[in-house]
């Protein structure tokens, strides 16, 4: 059962929660990401695929560490989007001529949404029925 919980513990072992450790594990990559936007085709599909893909993971370790409900979300959701940046990249999917700004749009509003709308309906943690008392 999906339940908000604020208990410290989950608090403790989320990523989100702690300053450096969200910098280096969000905000670098997000930074990558927006830098590789202006950069050569190569080096964006490099640089978009591996930001995504790394921060797909960590949404998915995050998950299994604290219970955090947006990260089981966006996890899936940004390795999706380093898959489509490969393959568009590799040009293996055929986005047509505007794919890029259109991986681009659908990676920055689908990550903000799944960042904000899951947790307002589901709460931030979720718990186990066996582990509440």
């Not at 940046?85 to 689908?110: A, C, H, Q, R």
């Amino acid at each position: 059962m999906v339940t908000d919980v604020s208990n410290s513990r989950s608090a403790e072992r989320d990523f989100l929660c702690t300053g450096p450790k969200a910098f280096l594990v969000w905000g670098v990559p997000w930074l990558v990401f927006v830098l590789g936007a202006s950069a050569p085709l190569a080096l964006k599909t490099v640089l978009w695929t591996v930001s995504l893909g790394f921060m797909g993971v960590a949404c998915l370790i995050n998950a299994s560490r604290c219970g955090r409900i947006h990260c089981f979300f966006t996890g899936p959701f940004l390795i999706l989007c380093a898959v489509a940046s490969l393959g568009y990249g590799l040009g293996i999917l055929p986005f047509g001529p505007s794919g890029w700004k259109w991986i681009g749009d659908v990676t920055v509003i689908g990550a903000i949404a799944l960042t904000f709308l899951p947790e307002r309906v589901l709460g931030r943690y979720r718990r186990d029925e066996s582990n509440s008392a």
